[in-house]
């Protein structure tokens, strides 16, 4: 065992999968885990050289993936649809945690030790460009991380670790438990094995999986009386629903849509959005999702109160969208969805994007000031400014105020003061004379200290929006 000052000193962190020799490189456990009031299984593979890793999760309609090849972040849903993440900070978030199962490098961290314990030590651990710190509690007497705590994203984990054993030369925690404000998860390792090698892709997201039938391209009327685009959406052969189509959420049914279509419910989970609390979560499975004369299998939906516009029943977004390019176009009030974007026969450059979380990301600008801007079509406002952004920038001292602002959505409601710039910049189209929502909330979605803002469709809604998750660009057209 290596003692904690001696961790600090010679690792970027100190390590949780611990070997004493170099014979084992490979590490694959199985576990039983809960979370979400979910029971299910776990395969974990690690490669102790490199801290790449997947873990393959069985939870019904929770079940999931999610891996580190080196290079690419990536997770999958119960249906098995990749998603790559884009946003530079979660992507180098697990780059600094990949340094605790092997990772040397190129990202190197600030280590100091930060108090503790006469039985343990506290390391904060500092990766330039991070947005927040990671702190590591080390048993003082073998070694042991007891506990991680990350403070990036704007979101707090803290995940401890117990009941380590030594299986063959190798250290491993055989209980974990992390604590966030949506709940608690656990992990109960079972069995342990090394495998001598593993295939190139071991690591490497899977495929996207076959379930989508529909023709080239499919027109949704928007609903009237709606800026944001509400469109009809059928689940199963259940009547008409209307769905708002929004690139900041995931399928999602209001519980009163979801007692119309008879849909067995489990899971006992929390979800947060812009407000700053949480509301309960259940989950359903279905078996299609008609969109038109296209179809979507097998899809698993939230139930909560979304807090969505009255008279809609729940949200349609990333899943979707990962399966189908879309045009919003605001002024003929349609969506236009085609399982290839060449379909549209666009001829315009793309602006380049990229995925923070399953949201569209972009370059960006506010008067000049440089960063990162989500496109939400489930936002009817110009452009909310991020309370971490606004503080940073001392914009409420930079702006001349026009009064309080906010809005309601999933947690409640967002606290604001309404401004006005003179630019914004969404990649290389500029708009000018923009209200701006200047946000000062302590939680919530727009408390984010990885993005400028979160632009809405009252900005980008004067343009043809083209979104093309496969190829990681878009385009705002003039009409």
Request: charged share 20%.
């Amino acid at each position: 065992m290596i003692h904690a000052a001696a961790a600090a000193a010679a690792f970027d962190v100190p390590q949780l999968i611990r070997r004493a020799g170099a014979q084992h490189r490979f590490v694959e456990w199985k576990s039983d885990v809960t979370f979400a009031g979910l029971r299910g299984t776990s395969v974990s593979l690690v490669d102790l050289a490199t801290g790449r890793s997947v873990e393959r999760v069985r939870a019904g309609p929770l079940s999931s993936s999610s891996g580190f090849d080196g290079e690419t972040v990536w997770s999958a849903d119960a249906s098995g649809m990749p998603l790559v993440e884009g946003n530079a900070d979660a992507r180098l978030d697990t780059f600094a945690n990949a340094h605790f199962i092997g990772r040397r490098g190129p990202e190197r961290a600030i280590t100091t030790s930060s108090g503790g314990t006469a039985a343990t030590t506290r390391i904060h651990v500092r990766f330039a460009g991070l947005s927040g710190p990671i702190d590591v509690t080390v048993e003082r007497a073998n070694g042991c991380i007891r506990t991680i705590v990350d403070d990036t994203g704007g979101e707090r984990s803290d995940e401890r670790f117990s009941d380590y054993r030594r299986i063959d030369g190798v250290d491993i925690p055989f209980a974990s438990n992390v604590h966030t404000r949506y709940g608690d998860s656990s992990e109960r390792v079972r069995t342990v094995g090394f495998p001598t090698a593993v295939a190139d892709d071991a690591f490497a997201p899977p495929d996207a999986p076959d379930d989508v039938v529909s023709p080239r391209i499919v027109s949704l009327p928007m609903s009237p009386g709606y800026r944001v685009p509400v469109v009809p959406v059928r689940i199963d052969d259940g009547p008409v629903l209307h769905l708002l189509f929004d690139t900041g959420g995931s399928t999602t049914l209001n519980p009163e849509a979801a007692r119309r279509l008879h849909l067995p419910l489990v899971g006992d989970d929390r979800t947060g959005g812009i407000g700053p609390s949480v509301v309960p979560t259940r989950y359903a499975s279905v078996a299609a999702v008609r969109l038109g004369a296209a179809v979507v299998r097998n899809q698993t939906f939230a139930v909560l109160d979304s807090g969505a516009f009255p008279g809609t029943d729940g949200i349609i977004g990333c899943e979707m969208l990962l399966r189908f390019a879309a045009r919003f176009d605001f002024r003929a009030r349609r969506v236009d969805l085609a399982r290839d974007v060449a379909s549209f026969g666009i001829t315009a450059p793309p602006i380049a994007m990229r995925l923070s979380g399953c949201q569209p990301q972009i370059d960006g600008a506010l008067d000049g000031m440089r960063g990162p801007i989500a496109i939400d079509t489930g936002s009817g406002a110009d452009l909310d400014v991020m309370s971490p952004f606004v503080a940073q920038r001392r914009l409420l001292n930079r702006y001349a105020l026009l009064g309080p602002a906010g809005g309601r959505g999933i947690g409640g409601w967002s606290s604001a003061f309404l401004a006005r710039a003179r630019s914004v910049q969404l990649g290389p189209v500029t708009f000018t004379n923009v209200p701006i929502e200047l946000n000062v909330g302590a939680s919530g979605a727009f408390h984010d200290p990885t993005q400028l803002g979160n632009a809405g469709v009252r900005l980008f809604g004067t343009k043809t929006t083209v979104l093309d998750y496969a190829g990681n660009r878009m385009w705002l057209l003039s009409p």
